[in-house]
């Protein structure tokens, strides 16, 4: 059995989260907005016997020569490449390597080809049994946290937060969605829908020791349907209201209907609602599991939101058995005509453990050849029913380069002028601008296995011409 360092040499035993990320962008971001809440969560979790240090790739350099004698890796299923090779370096050098995440959950035997141990599913039930097996050295190969009741859980460490994220404050209160989506690994992975106390969630809010003013202001909730159980949510936002923040987050479509939560959403401060629109085919709708979404009722339920000053981020999806070349480039237009703020736009993944996967899978239709950095949301790694994969992933950039050149973000904002809220303004105002600055610059999503014609101008020649689903994978 190997001595753990750390107790040979009489210190703490130190463990080092690192959240893995591979640049989606041909230059990288040129801002981080929002940093995973996965980390410093963990961080929180861990007893104050042993030391924690959180490492988000996405701004900071991995040391492969630090001193910490375990590496927690967590990784969503386009970054997995990434996360072996970091892993198979900390073990060449002697370092033990656990891992978890969406991923990992769905391919355990591959992932323990690269590390010593693995949680599947949460980590809450787990993690502080798994530190005293680590630094104890009797590290098990396989960890399995089950869904427990989300009460007790401590405030995400927001001090551990290092490098250039925009927003640093993201607060969890809700658990799980009732949706079952075709491409989402939300029901598999968190299965029901929980919720944390009302009280437990406002101390979070309540944690303000930031530098920056739009840090303390703002409290992004890294939810997948917050607004599921009405009774909650109400209860919730009530809380919220002498708090004067300004808060985000990802719900369905329905609220759209609840004139008095709306209303409620307004007075607690929410600047920002996300919605997995997916697409304006019916078809496609169909082959998402999302009945709920009724395209005749799009511009009416977003208007609801913005007479409340809300602005309506909203995601869609190209590589749908409906969708065609031209349905999915004619989404910028309807996109803009259907009053949306802010776009996301992805293409079709279908991740281990989704129904998505089962049924192309099922059709021979996962295209076998292609690695893991192609299920990063931007490439295509199936047979898409009505084109080649070359032309879905044409299609999907060429939908991109439309709906963030100059024309279409000045047009969303201006139009917020005068509908939305001063924080709802500045948000539409930052976030298209910053997808913007990305189209001007030739930054389009890194593409695979495929060229994509692209102009090659400089970015002053397009200047003078003319902010992925928040998800769990």
Known sequence: MRQPEAESQGRPFCVEIVIVYSPRYRSGH?????PPITGIHLAALTPARYQVRVIHQQVQQVDFDTGADLIALSFFTGFAAEAYRIADEFRRRGKRVVAGGPHVTFNAEEALKHVDSVVLGEAEPVWTQLLEDASAGRLRSRYIGASEPLGGLPTPRYDLLRGRFFIPRVVQATRGCPFTCSFCTVPTINPGFRTRPVADVVEDISYNRF?????????????????????????????????????LTQASLDIGTDKDLLDLMQRSGCIGIFFGIESFGAESLRDAHKPQNKINTYKARIRELHQRGICVMAGFIAGFDGDTPESIRAMARQLYETGVDVPFLSVLTPYRGTPAYRKLADEGRILADRGWEFYNGYNVSFQPREMSPEQLLEAHRALWREAFSLK??????????????????????????FYCLKRLRGNEPVAFGAAVSSPRRSVSSLAAAEFTHIGSN
């Not at 040129?30 to 929002?34: C, K």
């Not at 279409?408 to 601008?433: E, I, K, Q």
């Open 30 to 34: 040129e801002a981080n907005f929002v």
């Open 211 to 247: 530098r920056h003013w739009w840090q303390r202001k703002v409290v992004w909730f890294w939810d997948d349907n917050l607004t599921a159980k009405r009774s909650y949510i109400r209860e919730l936002l009530t809380a919220m209201v002498p708090l004067r923040k300004w808060w």
């Open 408 to 433: 279409y973000s000045v047009l969303r904002v201006v139009r917020s002028l005068g509908r939305l809220r001063l924080g709802a303004f500045l948000m539409c105002a930052v976030m298209n601008g």
